[in-house]
């Protein structure tokens, strides 16, 4: 088991920043891919960004690229996501995802763990 804790949402102005925070505890940090997602009421999760489990490779949404990155430190068990150049349609409760698969596979198949979300607000 893996339990995932998201920190670091709040509110913001438009073009204000944040930096998101997943802490991780269990099995070892190092085996998983590690993603964000984002969710608002009405809608679908939608993927957000992933980083495979020795930051060799990363991958984002058309939405947030240029804007938003993300990262991890496996000694520290936490991935992060740097948000940048916020926009009121970010707005939304971001979670972190763990994923065992390799990295090939990592936006194909279900995630194995979630965390429980962070709000984030972006006033206009």
């Known amino acids: 088991q893996v339990q995932l804790v998201e920190s670091g949402g709040g509110l913001v102005q438009a073009g204000g920043s944040l930096r998101l925070s997943c802490a991780a505890s269990g099995r070892t940090f190092s085996s998983y891919a590690m993603g964000w997602f984002r969710q608002t009421p009405g809608k679908e999760r939608e993927f957000v960004a992933v980083?495979?489990?020795?930051?060799?490779?990363?991958d984002y949404a058309d939405s947030v690229k240029g804007r938003f990155t993300i990262s991890r430190d496996n000694a520290k068990s936490t991935a992060y996501l740097q948000m940048n150049s916020l926009k009121p349609e970010d707005t939304a409760v971001y979670y972190c995802a763990a994923n065992s698969a390799t990295w090939s596979n990592v936006r194909r198949v279900g995630w194995d763990y979630w965390g429980q979300g962070t709000q984030v607000t972006v006033s206009s």
């Open positions: 980083i495979s489990r020795w930051s060799g490779s990363t």
